[in-house]
């Protein structure tokens, strides 16, 4: 993945502030996703993205306990276990995908633990959508809920089970929902419900009321998301990872 970097300003104290970048995604056949963050990744925010067949595209928002400096290793076994779990259990042209879906929550578990040396927290929303159906198929391992915009209003996706990490044994389940035209589904780290001003938080609140205005784009979404965090703080955050992941159906 290739950041998008706006203006860098090296050598000055304003290159050292927090900007929110954005990640190229892959492109997708009646849809767009995008991913935005800012540049000050000192959490277990992990975002992945990739395709893993002529119709489906897997993707997912992680979110490892711990600073990055210590977790790194658990970090690359994540990334490393989605992506080639994710090609491998979604790849068959005719498949259950609720099953997969569920299986991969399950490799990604164990990886986890594995990596972590015992038990290590990791909310979790990894979703499959199938282009040919207009549907996502998710599972939501005590993360953040994903937001599901249609003509009707926006819609919760709540947990499915519990984080990743914690239990060798940890069933969850597997929903499908469908994303109609001009549909979107957008997810957000913890980093963004829980930014704070005045002792308020930010919360989904504050998403749904970036999704609520007509976007140009996804990426224009994804940035908008991250723009208001920051106009809500008064500056850019430094509490927390602080991600947005958009992904959005076409006419």
Known sequence: ???????????????????????????????????????SRAGGDFHDFLRVSPNRFL??????????ETNATVLE?????????GEHLFAAP???????????SRRLNLEIMRAAGGVRSCPAFAGCYNEDLGTVCYVNAGHTPGLL????????????GLPLGLFALAPTDARIVGLGPKGSLVLVSRGVVEAESKHLEFGLDGVESVMQVGSSS????????????QDFMNTAPKHNDVTALTLTRGD
């Open 1 to 39: 993945m290739k950041a998008l970097f706006s203006k860098l300003g090296f050598g000055s104290k304003r290159a050292e502030a927090p900007e929110i970048l954005q990640a190229e995604s892959l492109a997708l056949r009646g849809a767009d996703m995008a991913v935005a963050y800012f540049s």
């Open 59 to 68: 993707f997912g928002l992680l979110d490892v306990a711990g600073k990055r």
């Open 77 to 85: 076994a994540a990334k490393t276990c989605f992506r080639s779990s």
């Open 94 to 104: 005719e498949l259950n995908e609720s099953d997969a879906m569920i299986e991969l």
């Open 149 to 160: 915009r249609d003509d009707s209003g926006i819609v919760e996706l709540p947990a499915t």
């Open 218 to 229: 996804q990426k224009d979404l994804s940035r908008r998301i991250l723009q208001r965090v």
